[in-house]
T-cell receptor
């Protein structure tokens, strides 16, 4: 079967750096997405990786290794507003999105 | 108004009630989706519409009935639901389906509680 694994919950300190990992086993691969979802709000698109390597976008970066079935989302200079759930999703060979259960990130002062 | 709008934001219903969830997108997208989001579980895709035609129905019970009258509006009609149907129902849209469905734009969801 197809599966996405990510930690259920993580805690980090304001101003620090946190890395949220995502591993996947899917039937084929056509890209990996990260979404951010604040409590009670819509998930919003953060990043898309289809080739190996690091994509940087401001304080957020996303890394992909297709051979290892692995991605991470790196958040730098954490702010309280970064407290949210982070959803990893992979598009398989049929262009179906397979979702992880999300990682709840708690930022402490 | 821009983006994807869902109403109502909160809904409480008994198992014998009939209600509907509404979704509207102002992005000119061709594809619309219904997802179910339960606590600590992955998003579950329920239905996909492309240009008002249903292209996917993921073994969803018949007590959920979708309707897409045009490419901007999507409804989810609910009847004789079960308590386990309590969840957040998310609507999303994308430019197209398949290879053209790069980024999904989600609504804020309708929080459904079935008593």
């Amino acid at each position: 079967g197809q599966n996405i694994d990510q930690p259920t919950e993580m805690t980090a300190t304001e101003g620090a750096i946190v890395q949220i990992n995502c591993t996947y086993q899917t039937s084929g691969f056509n890209g990996l997405f990260w979404y951010q979802q604040h409590a009670g709000e819509a998930p919003t698109f953060l990043s898309y990786n289809v080739l190996d390597g690091l994509e940087e976008k401001g304080r957020f970066s996303s890394f992909l290794s297709r051979s290892k079935g692995y991605s991470y989302l790196l958040l730098k200079e954490l702010q309280m507003k970064d407290s949210a759930s982070y959803l990893c999703a992979v598009r398989d060979s049929n262009y179906q999105l397979i979702w992880g259960a999300g990682t709840k990130l708690i930022i402490k002062p | 108004e821009t983006g994807v709008t869902q109403t109502p934001r909160h809904l409480v219903m008994g198992m014998t009630n009939k209600k509907s969830l509404k979704c509207e997108q102002h992005l000119g997208h061709n594809a619309m989706y219904w997802y179910k989001q339960s606590a600590k579980k992955p998003l579950e895709l329920m239905f996909v519409y492309s240009l008002e035609e249903r292209v996917e129905n993921n073994s969803v019970p018949s007590r959920f009935s979708p309707e897409c009258p045009n490419s901007s509006h999507l409804f989810l009609h609910l009847h004789t639901l079960q308590p386990e149907d309590s969840a957040l129902y998310l609507c999303a849209s994308s430019q197209d389906v398949g290879a053209g469905a790069n980024v999904l734009t989600f609504g804020a969801g309708s929080r459904l509680t079935v008593l």
